[in-house]
C-alpha cells in the first residue's frame, strides 16, 4: 500500500532541508578556494584581510565574500588550532551569517563555527559581540579564536567581571568581543546613565552571535537585568513619624482592608498638620503643601504599617530583622522586602534597625537588549523545541545542521517507577553496575538538593564520585571536560558545563595523543558516556540538552531518565 506521506515528503522537503540544499552550493564555493588558501603564505592572509575591508568600503556585499572570507578562516583555523572546519560547520557558520539560529548538536564545534561569521561580520569595522554562558568560556574562547582572528589581521578582546571601565572601552574597540549577556546588557545600562560619550564602554550594537542561545535569551530571559541604588538614609524620619501618628485616633483615618489602603479623613489631615506643625516638620502649614509630598508618602506608609500589616500574620521578626509571610503558603520569604518604604516603616513600628532604601536608577530586559543589534544570530545543540519562541520574540528562525558523522547514541526508553524508593535504588544499582566496569557516567538533576541526595546515597556505596553544583565557571568547565575518563563519575544539574566537550577518554589536554587515543578506544568499547537522568525535566529541550553530552562526533553512548509513575 502507498504511503501518501513519503510520496509528499519526496517533493515537499522541510524549510531546514531546503535551506541546507541552498547552502551547498556555497560550501561547494568555499571548497573550490581550498586549493588557493593552502600555497598562501602566513604573512598574505592579514594583507588580504585589509583588501577586503577596503572591497565592503566601496560598496561590496558581505553576502558575495562569504566563500573567500570562510576559506580563510578555514586555514587559518588549520595552521594556528590544528582543527580543519568540517562541511557542516561551513553551513552553521551561513546560517549565523544569514542572522538565523543554528541547531547544531554538542560537539559539532559550534564556537569554530560562530569564528567565521565573526570573522566576515567585522571586516565592516562596526564590532562583532559573542556571548557565552559564563565569563570563564569567553575568556576561554577569546583566547582560542583570537589565534586565528589575529592570524588574519583581526583584534579580539573580552569583558569579564571586575574589569575597569577603561578596560572594557578597549575590548569593546576591537574588532571582535566576547562576553555574558549579562555583562553586556549591564554595560549598556550603565552606559545609559553617564555623562558624556566619551564615558561610554560600547560602542555600538551591530552584530550579536549568541553561543547557547536557548540558555541566554529563553532560561536566564525571564529576570530582567536592574541597576540599583541606595537612596539618602531616613532612618530618623521614619522613626519621628511612626512615633508621631501613633498620635492620632481612630476617627482620623478610614481603612480599606481589601484592597489594603488607608486613609486620613479631614478631622484626619487638620489632627496631623497641628501635630507636625508642633513638631516643627510641616512646612506653610499645609499638609498637601507640594514642599510636604515626602512626607505625605511617609505617613501614608507609617499608617499602613502600623494598622494594616500585622506581626504574626504578615511579617515575623527574626534575628532582628523584619521576615515576609507568603500569605498564599504561609512560609517565611528571607530577603524579600516590602517596597517604597514601607518595610522601613515596619522597621520603625517594631523599633528594630532600619535598613536603606533601594531605588531603581536603570532597567531592561534582554529581550529589548538584543533588539537593539542590527544584526542578531545564535546557535546550541536544542532551539527547535522553541523555535516559535524564538521566532516570535527575536524574528529569528532556526534551521537544523546535520551532524557530521550519525549519531549511534543509543537513547533507551523511560524506566518508570511507583515510589521514590524503587526509583533510587534502582539509579544506585545501575551507577554500581557501570562504575564497576569503569565506563564513565554524568548523573543528572534537577537540582542542588537532589545533587546532594544521590551524593549521599553513593557515598554509602563507597563509590568515588564528583559533584557539581558550585558556581565557579572554570572548575565546573575543569570537571566536565574529564567527564569522559575512565571511572568518571559525576553528579550535576541539568545545564552545568555547557560550552564545554566532553571528549571519550578525558581531557585530551592533559594527555599526550598517544595515550589519549587508547584511552578513547577502550572506553568507546565500554559503550561511551551514560548519561543517567534522574528525573523529566522542565522542559523536553533540557532533557536533550542533558542527553547531548553523550555521543558527540558519532561516538558510542547512552541515555536513560528514570521517572515516577504519575497518580
Excluded at 545609559?192 to 542561545?213: L, P
Excluded at 504599617?305 to 523584619?322: M, P, T, W
Excluded at 566532553?502 to 559503550?527: A, M, R, T, V, W
Amino acid at each position: 500500500m502507498l504511503n501518501i506521506g513519503n510520496i509528499i515528503g519526496k517533493f515537499i522537503k522541510n524549510s531546514s532541508q531546503r535551506e541546507l540544499d541552498r547552502l551547498k552550493s556555497i560550501v561547494e564555493q568555499i571548497n573550490a578556494w581550498e586549493s588557493k588558501t593552502k600555497i598562501m603564505s602566513d604573512e598574505t592572509f592579514p594583507a588580504k584581510t585589509a583588501e577586503i575591508i577596503s572591497k565592503i568600503k566601496s560598496g561590496i556585499s558581505l553576502e558575495s565574500l562569504i566563500p573567500e572570507t570562510f576559506a580563510y578562516v578555514r586555514e587559518a583555523s588549520k595552521r594556528t588550532l590544528g582543527e580543519r572546519h568540517y562541511d557542516v560547520q561551513l553551513m552553521g557558520g551561513i546560517i549565523l551569517h544569514q542572522g538565523k539560529i543554528a541547531e547544531m548538536k554538542t560537539g559539532e564545534g559550534k564556537t569554530l563555527a560562530i569564528a567565521l561569521a565573526a570573522y566576515l561580520n567585522a571586516l565592516s569595522m562596526k564590532g562583532v559581540h559573542i556571548v557565552t554562558v559564563n565569563d570563564y568560556l569567553a575568556k576561554r574562547d577569546c583566547e582560542n579564536m583570537g589565534k586565528i582572528y589575529k592570524f588574519l589581521g583581526l583584534t579580539c578582546g573580552y569583558i569579564n567581571n571586575g574589569q575597569s571601565d577603561d578596560e572594557r572601552k578597549k575590548n569593546y574597540n576591537y574588532n571582535i568581543t566576547y562576553a555574558t549577556n549579562s555583562e553586556l546588557g549591564f554595560d549598556y545600562l550603565r552606559d545609559n546613565m553617564k555623562f558624556s560619550e566619551e564615558s561610554k564602554v560600547q560602542r555600538g550594537h551591530n552584530f550579536a552571535i549568541v553561543d547557547e542561545i536557548d540558555s541566554c535569551l529563553i532560561d536566564e530571559a525571564r529576570t530582567p537585568l536592574v541597576i540599583s541604588g541606595a537612596v539618602e538614609d531616613k532612618s530618623s524620619q521614619y522613626i519621628a513619624i511612626d512615633k508621631l501618628i501613633k498620635n492620632l485616633k481612630n476617627d482620623d483615618f478610614e481603612i480599606d482592608e481589601k484592597d489594603k489602603n488607608i486613609l486620613l479623613t479631614n478631622k484626619g489631615v487638620d489632627s496631623v498638620e497641628k501635630i507636625f506643625s508642633n513638631a516643627g516638620i510641616l512646612k506653610n502649614n499645609n499638609f498637601y503643601d507640594p514642599e510636604n509630598l515626602n512626607l505625605v508618602h511617609l505617613v501614608n506608609q507609617a499608617l499602613k504599617a502600623n494598622h494594616l500589616f500585622e506581626l504574626g500574620k504578615d511579617y515575623i521578626l527574626k534575628e532582628g530583622e523584619v521576615v515576609i509571610i507568603d500569605e498564599q503558603t504561609g512560609r517565611q520569604l528571607p530577603g524579600r522586602r516590602f517596597g517604597d518604604g514601607l518595610h522601613q516603616s515596619i522597621e520603625a513600628k517594631e523599633r528594630v534597625d532600619i535598613q536603606s532604601e533601594n531605588q531603581t536608577l536603570a532597567s531592561i530586559t534582554y529581550q529589548n537588549y538584543f533588539k537593539l543589534y542590527s544584526k542578531l544570530a545564535g546557535c546550541t545543540g536544542t532551539a527547535l523545541t522553541e523555535s516559535q519562541e524564538f521566532f516570535e520574540i527575536y524574528n529569528l528562525p532556526v534551521v537544523e545542521i546535520p551532524t557530521n558523522k550519525k549519531m549511534i547514541r543509543k537513547d533507551w526508553n523511560d524506566q518508570i517507577f511507583r515510589t521514590i524508593k524503587e526509583k533510587d535504588s534502582s539509579i544506585i544499582n545501575k551507577i554500581v553496575e557501570l562504575n564497576s566496569k569503569g565506563q564513565p557516567i554524568l548523573v543528572f538533576t534537577s537540582s542542588v538538593n537532589k545533587s546532594e541526595h544521590y551524593s549521599e546515597l553513593l557515598k554509602k556505596k563507597g563509590i568515588k564520585h564528583e559533584i557539581l553544583n558550585a558556581k565557579n565557571h572554570e572548575r565546573e568547565a575543569e570537571i566536565i571536560a574529564d567527564a569522559g575518563k575512565k571511572k568518571s563519575l559525576i553528579i550535576t544539574t541539568s545545564i552545568s558545563g555547557r560550552g564545554v566537550d566532553i571528549k571519550l577518554g578525558g581531557n585530551p589536554n592533559k594527555l599526550d595523543n598517544n595515550q589519549y587515543l587508547k584511552n578513547k578506544e577502550e572506553i568507546k568499547s565500554l559503550g561511551g558516556l551514560f548519561v543517567i537522568g534522574t528525573e523529566r525535566m522542565e522542559s523536553r529541550r533540557v532533557d536533550n540538552q542533558a542527553r547531548g553530552r553523550s555521543g558527540r562526533q558519532g561516538d558510542e553512548g547512552n541515555s536513560i531518565f528514570s521517572i515516577l509513575q504519575r497518580p
